[in-house]
């Protein structure tokens, strides 16, 4: 019987593919440690905040307007039939 394993191991024969991707993972864990090191977790001024936020604000319901008007431009009956459950909806629970 012959042996099938007779060739000798060369070291650069092994993949190193293995270690290639735990020397990646390293590299971005010591990214993310260093970029952490490197925050200023000082929080900013009141004014600024409130600032960032309503600029998100205003920019998510300007977004909400334009699709709305557009969901009403191609179905008008329907957006109005909406508006009239709706508003039945309101005057019921109001009434009580």
């Given at each position: ?24 993972l390293d590299r971005q864990a ?9 925050r200023n977790f ?55």
């Amino acid at each position: 019987m012959t042996d099938p394993y007779t060739s000798t191991t060369v070291t650069e024969d092994i993949d190193d593919a293995v270690d290639t991707t735990a020397a990646d993972l390293d590299r971005q864990a010591d990214a993310i440690l260093a970029e952490g090191e490197n925050r200023n977790f000082d929080a900013p001024p009141l004014r600024q905040a409130v600032r960032r936020d309503a600029v998100a604000a205003r920019d998510w319901s300007q977004t909400r307007v334009q699709r709305l008007r557009g969901a009403v431009e191609q179905e008008p009956v329907k957006a109005t039939l909406v508006a009239l459950g709706v508003g039945v909806l309101i005057g019921l629970l109001a009434a009580r």
